[in-house]
């Protein structure tokens, strides 16, 4: 369907027909997203009194940021105006009642708007809030490693992944942790840093 056609269904709702509905059909198919023309889709399978009105609409209904708009709209209380085009050939419309009451913009994203990108600008540094201050603390915790849990098999495991540093640490540990094995454990030390020295 052509930028064209749409405008012509949505200024003319009266040119509504099954025609028009098959090529509305395959625009919502190309472009889900297409609010304005899931609406209008909706609008001619009212206007032809189709028997998928009702699950299109609980479709749509969804997707529209204000129901009562919709509503206005399958009734004619509302039709589509075309807003500035500008030289990039955007494609943009509002809503506005026929009893020409006036729809109120979103007061934050108009503020976004007029202010510029200065005024919402990221700073630099942010504060940590004590929550994550703590959070940090616990997982720094629960990383570090306790001296009861360290036992000759993780030591082992260490050696095995080539970890070392890790590996001599914990014999240096259970040394100290058990000293009838310290001789042990001062011959697995010199034995990994052999290994560790010629890697």
């Not at 003319?12 to 027909?17: C, F, G, H, K, Q």
């Not at 202010?115 to 600008?121: A, H, I, L």
């Amino acid at each position: 369907m052509k930028r064209e056609q749409f405008t012509k269904y949505l200024h003319n709702s009266a040119l509504l027909n099954r025609e028009s509905l098959e090529q509305l059909r395959i625009l919502t198919d190309e472009f889900p997203w297409f609010q304005a023309g899931w609406m209008l889709y909706l609008k001619n399978l009212k206007k032809i009194d189709s028997p998928q009105f009702e699950e299109v609409l609980k479709k749509v209904a969804v997707m529209v940021p204000d129901r009562k708009q919709l509503y206005k709209f399958l009734n004619n209380e509302i039709c589509f105006q075309p807003l500035e085009v500008s030289t990039d050939s955007a494609f943009l419309y509002k809503l506005e009642n026929t009893a020409s009451v006036e729809v109120q913009g979103n007061s934050l994203i108009d503020r976004f708007l007029n202010s510029g990108p200065s005024s919402f600008s990221r700073p630099n540094h942010r504060p940590q809030p004590p929550e994550l201050a703590v959070a940090k603390d616990i997982m720094d915790k629960s990383v570090s490693e306790n001296d009861e849990l360290i036992t000759e098999t993780l030591a082992n495991i260490y050696f095995q992944q080539k970890n070392y540093t890790k590996a001599i640490e914990s014999f240096e540990k259970l040394s100290l942790k058990f000293p009838e094995k310290s001789v042990y454990f001062a011959s697995r030390i010199k034995e990994i840093e052999v290994i560790k020295n010629n890697t």
